[in-house]
C-alpha cells in the first residue's frame, strides 16, 4: 500500500523546504485579499496544500493503473481494476453476473476478477450500501485512518511553524513585520515625501508615540488598497528610516522620532556604563554567592524566576539612582512590558498619587529610564527599598517606597575629599526603609562624579579601588570589619561593577581577609 508521506512527522521537520509550487500558493493567497498573514496561518495553508496535493497525486498515479475498486461502482468484461484494500494489487475483469446474499436486501452484482501475478478473486458491485470501501475518504488508505490537515497542523505546530518561519525569513521575497507576512512585490511604494509627512505629525505630537493608523490620514495612499496593507507597507517603509523607532510593547505598534527620546534612552548613562573584567571562575565562597543573589544586579549572569512575577522589592544602588533608572535584572525585568525591539515606551505609575508618566525599557542594555523625576521628588537615597507592581492596566508599571514614615538617622555619608572618597557617620533624614548594609547617602553628586572621573582616567584596577575603600569604611565599624554588599554599594559610587569581579578581588587578594558571614576587612 502506498504510504503517505504527509502523515509522518519527519516531513514536517528541518527537511521540510519551500517549492515553487508552494510559493505560489503563498503568493496567491496574498494576493486573493492583500492581507498579512502570520506564520501559523501560512503553516495551515501549507499544510492543507501538501496533504491534497500527495491525495491527488496518489489518485493520479493509481488511475493510471486501471479503476479504483470500490463496490458501489460498475464494471465492464476486461477492465483493468485497483484494489486499494489489497495493497493496490491490480486485476482484469474475467466476468460479470447477479449478485445474492440474503442478508444484503439490495440488488448487487459480482466480478470475477483475475489478479496479476496470480489467482481469481469475486467482488460486488453495483452494491449501493453504505460499505467503508465506498467512502471516498478511504479510498486510498482503506486500512489506516488518515490524520486531516487541521490535525497534522496541531500535532506538529510548534516544530513546523518555527521552521516555516525560518525559510520564510530566509527568502528575500517575504517580509515580516508585526508578527505578519507579506510579499515585498506586492508592498505599496512610500515614497520620501510621505515619510517627510510622518515625520512631521509625530514632531507635532511631541515625538510620540502614536499607533500606524494615526499617520496613514495623511500620506494619500491609494484608497483601493486596503487598509491592513496600507498599514503594513507604511510599518516597513517607517522601520527601514532611522529617524523612526518602533516603541511598542508585544502586538501593538507605536512610532516615535529617535531625535526627541530622552538621551538616557539613546545613550547609556555614564554612571551605569561598565567595562567587563575577567573573573576567575568558582573562586565565591557561599557567603559571597549569597550576597550576589542577594544584590541580583542587572548585570550578574544570574536565572530568571520560573514562576510568574507580580511584584519584586529591589534596593537602589548609586548608578540608578543618578541615572532615574530601574535596573533590569532576570526578575525584575519580568515586570516590564516586552517588544519585537530593544526600546519599549510604557507607563510608570505612583502607587501613592496615581500620577503616571513616561517610561521606558532598554532591554539591550539591562535598564528602564523614566524615574529621575520620582527619586528626586521623594529624596529617595541610595540603598532604599522600592517596591514594583504590575500595573491594572498593559502596559502600566507601579513604583512605591517601601514604608513611608520620615526620621533622622546616622548612616554613612560618602564625602570626597582631595580627589578621594571618603565616609563618615552623620544624621540625615530617611523618607522609607532602607537596607542597612547598603545604604550611602550622598550629598554632593557632583564631587562624587569628579571622583569617579578622575579614578576612570587612572584606569585604576578592582584591588587597588578596594584598598582605597575597604579601610575607610572599616573606620565606621567598631569591629573594624566591612560586608561584601557594603563594599559593593560604596564602590558603586565611583566605579560601575557587578558583585562578581569585587568579589572575586575580594577573595584573590591576600591584601584581604575574609571574616566569616561575608564580613571582610584590609590585613
Not at 500620577?355 to 539591550?364: A, I, L, S, T
Amino acid at each position: 500500500m502506498s504510504t503517505r508521506a504527509t502523515q509522518s512527522p519527519d516531513y514536517w521537520g528541518s527537511r521540510f523546504t519551500l517549492s515553487g509550487d508552494d510559493r505560489e500558493l503563498l503568493l496567491n493567497l496574498f494576493v486573493e485579499d492583500e492581507q498579512p498573514r502570520s506564520s501559523d496561518e501560512l503553516a495551515q495553508a501549507l499544510i492543507r496544500h501538501r496533504v491534497e496535493r500527495e491525495e491527488a497525486d496518489i489518485r493520479r498515479k493509481q488511475q493510471a493503473q486501471g479503476t479504483l475498486y470500490q463496490p458501489k461502482r460498475a464494471f465492464q468484461v476486461d477492465e483493468q481494476v485497483v484494489f486499494p484494500a489489497l495493497d493496490f494489487a491490480v486485476g482484469r475483469v474475467a466476468a460479470v453476473r447477479a449478485g445474492y446474499n440474503p442478508d444484503v436486501a439490495v440488488p448487487f452484482k459480482v466480478i470475477q476478477v483475475n489478479l496479476e501475478g496470480g489467482g481469481v478473486r469475486e467482488f460486488a458491485a453495483e452494491l449501493a450500501d453504505d460499505h467503508r470501501l465506498n467512502e471516498d475518504a478511504v479510498l486510498l488508505s482503506p486500512t489506516d485512518e488518515l490524520v486531516p490537515p487541521e490535525e497534522i497542523y496541531a500535532r506538529y505546530q510548534d516544530t513546523f511553524v518555527s521552521h516555516l518561519h525560518e525559510l520564510l525569513h530566509n527568502s528575500p521575497e517575504f517580509v515580516w513585520l508585526a508578527d505578519k507576512w507579506f510579499p515585498r512585490s506586492l508592498l505599496v511604494e512610500i515614497n520620501e515625501g510621505q515619510l517627510n509627512i510622518a515625520e512631521a505629525i509625530l514632531d507635532m505630537n511631541g515625538g510620540g508615540p502614536l499607533p500606524t493608523e494615526a499617520l496613514l490620514p495623511e500620506l494619500g495612499l491609494p484608497a483601493e488598497v486596503n487598509r491592513a496593507l496600507q498599514v503594513f507597507s507604511l510599518n516597513y517603509a517607517l522601520y527601514a528610516d532611522e529617524r523612526f523607532d518602533e516603541v511598542g510593547p508585544a502586538g501593538e505598534v507605536v512610532w516615535f522620532l529617535n531625535r526627541l527620546e530622552p538621551a538616557e534612552v539613546i545613550h547609556t548613562p555614564s554612571w551605569l556604563k561598565y567595562t567587563p573584567q575577567a573573573t576567575p571562575h568558582g573562586v565565591l565562597t557561599p557567603d559571597l554567592q549569597r550576597a550576589e543573589h542577594t544584590i541580583d544586579d542587572e548585570l550578574s549572569q544570574l536565572s530568571a524566576p520560573d514562576e510568574p512575577v507580580d511584584e519584586v522589592t529591589f534596593t537602589l544602588m548609586y548608578p540608578h539612582r543618578r541615572s532615574g533608572t530601574v535596573p533590569l535584572s532576570p526578575t525584575t525585568a519580568k515586570l516590564f512590558p516586552t517588544g519585537r525591539t530593544h526600546r519599549i515606551r510604557f507607563q510608570f505609575e505612583d502607587a501613592r498619587t496615581g500620577k503616571r508618566w513616561p517610561g521606558w525599557v532598554v532591554r539591550e542594555r539591562h535598564y528602564a529610564f523614566g524615574l529621575d523625576a520620582w527619586y528626586n521628588a521623594n529624596d529617595v537615597p541610595t540603598g532604599a527599598y522600592i517596591e514594583l507592581r504590575r500595573g491594572s492596566e498593559p502596559g502600566v508599571v507601579s513604583v512605591s517606597l517601601q514604608g513611608n514614615r520620615l526620621r533622622r538617622e546616622w548612616v554613612r555619608v560618602a564625602v570626597p575629599k582631595e580627589g578621594r572618597l571618603t565616609f563618615e557617620m552623620l544624621k540625615r533624614p530617611i523618607p522609607c526603609d532602607y537596607d542597612e548594609q547598603m545604604i550611602v547617602f550622598v550629598d554632593d553628586p557632583l564631587s562624587i562624579d569628579k571622583v569617579r572621573q578622575q579614578l576612570d582616567e587612572r584606569g585604576t584596577y578592582m584591588p587597588d579601588v578596594l584598598e582605597q575603600l575597604l579601610p575607610e569604611l572599616a573606620k565606621l565599624s567598631p569591629q573594624g570589619n566591612v560586608h561584601a554588599r557594603t563594599l559593593y554599594a560604596a564602590i558603586n559610587l565611583i566605579k560601575r561593577t557587578p558583585p562578581g569581579p569585587l568579589f572575586a578581588a575580594l577573595v584573590t587578594q591576600t591584601k584581604f581577609r575574609a571574616m566569616g558571614d561575608g564580613y571582610w576587612l584590609a590585613r
